[in-house]
């Protein structure tokens, strides 16, 4: 385990495998983080109350582990179930018998759709955060929030990639943001507008950054990686204020502006008259996408948007896109 993740201390019956696993996912790419670890953790704590004299995970445990909780959603369960089933599967492929719950009793998660924002809203937001006071107890966040979500919107970036971005991985000369902790341990050249690259010249300066060092782009208060949790708070906070999010609602998501630089790209692409073949695949690629169906399956299309769009794609993409019933 790396440093930060000692507290990952495994101690029920499976304790000698769970970090086998780890291991063995993360060499299969997956990044298997945090969340991760912890339920792996929970699942090796919850078999503590078995008294098994030679190891082993039968029928009834799987069962008794993956039953219904209460009023927890099928999203919760799916996740459970999924990795249990992925664990037994593990440790038969290297000696053991454990049983593996069929794939078709796992509950399928209702689809998620993410939120687009207007162009006015992400406009909305911006000026939120360029208005941020100065706060004595952490004395670079009016600087940092302004510059992470034009990052966001302007790149597509994921959270975590935009957080682990060094003060290196950021070419102020040629605008370019070498992305190294993308999903599934990939990599990445991003390059950024005109505009989004003189943000970030002025940025670095008022931060008083040194580029060619190892210290973060977006550094906490003792300049280790600054932390997404507070990014997720303050995100809400900025949208309540915006007009966008009340206290009442579940509201949009820091991911969502992922969401929001994909369809917006692909709209000005079709805009500009760009051919939608060759959009795509560019896109593909500035998202860190492995193949063109996960960029097709990712947009979702803002009302504005949809029939230009749709029109341009239909004749090279045929059925990829469903047709939408719109009640009134």
Do not use: W
């Not at 053991?96 to 687009?116: A, E, G, T, W």
């Not at 370019?176 to 003189?198: D, F, G, Q």
């Amino acid at each position: 385990m790396k440093d930060r993740e000692k507290h990952f201390i495994f101690d029920g019956p499976f304790k000698d495998y769970c970090s086998m696993y780890v291991e063995y996912k993360r060499n299969l790419g997956y990044k298997f983080g945090e969340s991760s670890l912890y339920q792996l953790r929970y699942m090796d704590d919850f078999f503590k109350k078995y008294d098994i004299p030679s190891l082993e995970l039968n029928k009834d445990m799987v069962e008794d582990y993956t039953s219904k909780r209460g009023n927890e959603s099928a999203k919760t369960q799916h996740m459970r179930m999924s990795l249990i089933r992925q664990f037994s599967i593990f440790m038969n492929s290297i000696g053991f018998n454990f049983y593996v719950q069929p794939k078709d009793l796992i509950p399928i998660p209702k689809s998620f759709s993410p939120y687009i924002f207007t162009h006015e809203e992400i406009a909305s937001i911006i000026k939120v955060v360029d208005n941020l006071e100065f706060t004595p107890s952490s004395k670079y966040y009016h600087l940092i929030y302004p510059m992470l979500f034009r990052m966001l919107y302007g790149c597509g970036l994921r959270i975590n990639e935009a957080l682990s971005l060094k003060r290196a991985d950021v070419d102020l000369d040629n605008g370019i943001l070498t992305v190294t902790k993308a999903k599934k341990n990939t990599s990445r050249l991003v390059p950024m507008s005109t505009s989004l690259h003189n943000y970030c010249r002025q940025y670095a300066s008022n931060m008083g950054f040194d580029m060619h060092s190892d210290g973060y782009f977006y550094p906490s208060r003792d300049n280790g990686k600054y932390n997404k949790t507070p990014v997720y708070v303050k995100f809400k906070d900025f949208m309540k204020k915006a007009g966008i999010f009340t206290d009442n609602e579940v509201g949009p998501r820091v991911h969502d502006f992922r969401h929001t630089f994909a369809v917006h790209s692909l709209e000005k692409m079709v805009q500009d008259g760009q051919d939608i073949y060759c959009a795509l695949p560019i896109l593909c690629t500035y998202l860190g996408h492995r193949d063109i169906e996960s960029t097709e399956k990712y947009l979702r299309l803002t009302e504005e948007a949809y029939g230009q769009i749709i029109d341009s794609v239909t004749p090279l993409y045929n059925g990829v896109f469903p047709e939408v019933e719109i009640n009134e």
